[in-house]
C-alpha cells in the first residue's frame, strides 16, 4: 500500500523500480498492471475506483489472452503421466474417463474445488462409494 501525501491507495505498490497496480474482478481474478510513474498509477487507481462507484467494468488489458483450457484437456495429460510414471494406470483410465464425462466440458479456470467436491460427494452417494473409492478418485482429480 503506498501512502502518498498522507492518503492510503490500496492496490498500489512499488516493486521492482515499479509501481504495480492491483485489483481483484467481480469473478475473483487478479490483475496487476505495471506503471513506470505514481502518478500513472494513480491516475488508473483513480479511474478504477471512479467505474465501480459507476457500475463499469475495467477495460481488458492490451495484451494477448491466453487459450482456454478445459477440464478435458487436463484429464488427458494426467491420463499420460499415470501412462508413464505410475502402477496404477489401469484402475486410473475408467475414473478418469468417468470425471471427463461429469466435468471434461467445463473451463478449468471457471472451476472451484466447491463445485468438484459436491460432483464427488453427489457421485459418491449415488453409486455407494467406499470411503476409500472417494478417496482415489480425490487423489486423482488433485493430480490433474
Known amino acids: 500500500m503506498i501512502v502518498f501525501e498522507g492518503k492510503r491507495y490500496r492496490g498500489v505498490t512499488l516493486r521492482g523500480g515499479a509501481f504495480v497496480f ?27 475506483k471512479a467505474r465501480a462507484k459507476r457500475g463499469q467494468k475495467m477495460p481488458p488489458p492490451g495484451v494477448l489472452r491466453r487459450n482456454r483450457v478445459t477440464i478435458s484437456e487436463i484429464l488427458r495429460d494426467a491420463l499420460a503421466y499415470s501412462k508413464e510414471r505410475k502402477r496404477s494406470y489401469q484402475t486410473d483410465m ?3 474417463e468417468l ?5 471434461g466440458k467445463n473451463l478449468a479456470e471457471s472451476l472451484t474445488p466447491k463445485e468438484i467436491e459436491s460432483t464427488l460427494n453427489r457421485l459418491a452417494e449415488d453409486e455407494r462409494w467406499a470411503a476409500s473409492t472417494f478417496n482415489h478418485y480425490r487423489s486423482l482429480i488433485s493430480l490433474a
Open 22 to 48: 492491483r485489483y481483484t474482478d467481480a469473478g475473483g481474478r487478479e490483475h496487476r498492471h505495471k506503471y513506470q510513474t505514481l502518478d500513472d498509477a494513480l491516475v488508473q487507481y483513480h479511474e478504477k
Open 94 to 96: 475408467p475414473r478418469l
Open 99 to 103: 470425471l471427463d464425462n461429469l466435468l
